[in-house]
């Protein structure tokens, strides 16, 4: 049992902290699993708990600089109790579509590599890390999407490498997320652990640059 109906009552008794939103970050390297695990953890709520994929806030040509997008857009009206109106980037397309709402629910779920960034943590109720090593889960997400994305990934994978070096995620991580066979163990990072800087651990460190 991986018991995510005991993570999602704990984190639905946390204080607000996007206005009326508890507002939960789930980061990691691409191809962690982030998707699956947030779609899992929302269905655990046992109620309607959006869902914002930062997949439609990024676009190809800026596939880290949207903050700007997500604090205009998403956080300022949810920090004022009013539904979030912004503009997913159409991947095939390349532009943006009309708005989608975001409402202001009590718990809004945000998900994708750098869901936990700096300009955005103090937003968030809980920081949640997919605790998969880098090349793992690169090399689950290049078979996923296979060859004819392997440009893609090439440039991908630095981009993100240069994102984790200047603005790391996991070290402010409050909870660490492992899929197992069964579904996921999760455990809390203890208050008053040391935080560093570092983009990722030595076991995660990458042994060849993509």
Partial sequence: ?????????????????????????????????????????AAAFGGDVPVLHLDDLATHEELFAWTGRMLDEVIAPLS?????LFHPY???????????????APVVLVEGVGAGRRALRPHLARLLWMERPAEESWARGRQRDGAGLGAFWDGWTAAEMRHFSAD????????????????????????????TDDAITEGDRPGQAY
């Fill in 80 to 84: 004022r109790g009013r539904t979030a």
């Fill in 168 to 195: 790391p995620s996991r070290p402010y991580a409050d909870i660490l997320v492992r899929e197992c066979s069964e579904g996921y163990e999760w455990s809390v990072v203890p208050d008053g652990t040391p935080r």
């Fill in 90 to 104: 159409d991947w095939n397309l390349r532009r943006f579509l009309q708005p989608r709402p975001l409402p202001a």
């Fill in 1 to 41: 049992m991986d018991d995510l109906g005991r993570l999602a009552a704990r984190l639905r008794a946390l204080a607000p902290s996007c206005g009326p939103v508890r507002l939960i970050a789930v980061d990691g390297h691409a191809g962690s699993g982030k998707s699956t695990f947030t779609a899992r953890l």
